[in-house]
């Protein structure tokens, strides 16, 4: 799973996707990023409970035309074991 995140946004929001960031062109777009997430971080992780999640094609948000595979994770700090965190340069 991962998650690509701003310094003002929350790490361990409830959206993610199975989509790897870094092989979409584009990924802002595609994954409706709202403006106030700066895209510069991304977290990667393991679902280890897998309850209340469900999935559906990202929202597009802020004029982004979404559309790319979202991952919703009602408690993403206790269902989800962080593997590694990374800074974007440039951020998506």
């Known amino acids: 799973m991962f998650r690509v995140y701003g310094e003002n946004n929350n790490p361990l929001g409830q959206s993610w996707t199975r989509v790897d960031p870094s092989t979409v062109s584009d990924y802002r777009n595609l ?5 106030v997430n700066t895209g510069r971080f ?5 679902i280890t409970d897998t309850t209340g999640i469900t999935t559906r094609s990202a929202l597009p948000l802020d004029g982004n035309i979404g559309g790319l595979d979202e991952v919703l994770i009602p408690n993403p700090a206790s269902q989800v074991r962080i593997n590694n965190v990374s800074g974007v340069n440039p951020p998506f």
Do not use: K, R
């Open 31 to 35: 994954a409706g990023l709202p403006d």
């Open 42 to 46: 991304v977290i990667e992780g393991t």
